[in-house]
Nanobody, 129 residues
Framework: QVQVVESGGGLVQPGGSLKLSCAVSGWSLDDYAVGWFRQAPGKEREGIACISSSDGSTWYTDAVKGRFTMSRDNGKNTVALQMNNLKSEDMAVYYC??????????????????????WGQGTQVTVSS
């Protein structure tokens, strides 16, 4: 019943900005942690940001800290990922994910994919000059 749909990917030049959106249906976002994973060519997927359901606190991986910002609109069951100062290393498929975890959405300075029950189809972000 729970569905997660990402949108907003596309082509952007290095140093540019892009905003991804995620719509969650079938369940109230208040009951879920929400976050973003990405997978670049030749690399393992990595969690880059999340918001805990309990207190709404955010976490970012070091690679995007200071450049990416997550936000959540519980009333609309949507989340956004504002990406600024994009680098070539940011080129990847980005996945919006949710979890029923009641505590923090991260541990040991990382996100664990096993914790996340629902995944979107992914949206491609291409960073190129």
């Amino acid at each position: 019943q729970v569905q997660v749909v990402e949108s907003g990917g596309g082509l952007v030049q290095p140093g540019g900005s892009l905003k991804l959106s995620c719509a969650v249906s079938g369940w109230s976002l208040d009951d879920y942690a929400v976050g973003w994973f990405r997978q670049a060519p030749g690399k393992e997927r990595e969690g880059i940001a999340c918001i805990s359901s309990s207190d709404g606190s955010t976490w970012y991986t070091d690679a995007v800290k200071g450049r990416f910002t997550m936000s959540r609109d519980n009333g609309k069951n949507t989340v956004a990922l504002q990406m600024n100062n994009l680098k070539s290393e940011d080129m990847a498929v980005y996945y919006c994910v949710t979890s029923e975890i009641g505590g923090k959405c991260h541990h040991l300075n990382r996100m664990f994919s096993e914790w996340y029950d629902h995944w979107g189809q992914g949206t491609q972000v291409t960073v190129s000059s």
